[in-house]
């Protein structure tokens, strides 16, 4: 039995565990039904993302997270049983060596592996202290040959993801596990829903569930012909900014410190006004928050901005160490900050509140 503070230590580790790399994100859209169901109409379409709506009043405002995690997908079987593995999203090659991974069958069964390489004693010099491209890596599942392979059911574009499972560090509040991001950002999703059950709304709330975000935000290109949303709050599993190499000032990503509130990254620049109302919010509340400007990355965010005539986006996320790597760590009394501050935010977007974020005439006087 997991133990967490007032996190659901074992929802947080059925989304955690959940195998969904991108394109693939069936076993996480599962848990979206399962748990908010009962709580509205749910729906599905096209690409694969989900939706819950809450009915209720104009505005409709979008909770939106992505489903899917940084993964693999079988590209070539080897004779000799080894398995060729193409990169899906951002993978960093330093942290894949030996590292265990689950390939998903297309019967649904999870045959386990390791990342192998050439060990270094046979490499040559320069090869040895440089980092190996993905195509001196294979996966390992203890086949002999080709036709073991198969009989494991194993077929060209199975999905591969880290074989990694939540568990709670010796340190209260602290975690390891995989595809934090997002499935930190999807659980407080659910939370909100579930905290927010039976409370009058001043809104029609809509949770999404977006697939191949980490491929190109794909999935949130079309969400928005599902749910025409007036705003969109994303939640996130971004990158923290806290271990050793980074200078203490500049960090605005660290475990423990609160919900972060990214205002700007290359692929979206935030609504200032709803940027304003959520530190407004979280001051309010007493909820630990911090600002973020970042020079890298991307979210939801930069592809729900353009659904019909634009719509104001912000991204709340938890900071997460080590994202995009088999093992990240996050402090859930972040989690649990993501989950109040977006809780009361959403109690906050009234008919109002929303028209005033793009009423530019007021904006600009
Ligand atoms: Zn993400």
Redesign the pocket.
Known sequence: MLVGMTIDANLLKECCDAHGVSGHEGEVRNVFRRVLGRMGEVATAGAGNIVCERAGAWPRVMLAA?MDEIGFLVQSVGEDGFLSIVPIGGWWNHTLLSQKVVVKTRSGRKVRGVIGSKPPHFLPENQRNSVLPIEALFVDVGAASADEVAELGIALGDPVAPGVELEAFDMPHRWVGKAF??RA?FYAMLEVMRGLEGCELPNTLIAAGTVQ??VGTRGARTVGELAEMDCAIVL???PADDTPGFAGSGRQGVLGKGAQVRMYDPTAIMNPALVELVRRTAEENGIPFQMTVRRSGG?DAGALQFVGPGVPCVVIGVPTRYIHAHHGVLDDRDLQAVIDLTMALVKKLDAAAVVSLTDYESLDA
Do not use: I, L
């Open positions: 992505h991001d997002n950002g975000e980490e996130e599993g971004p979210t």
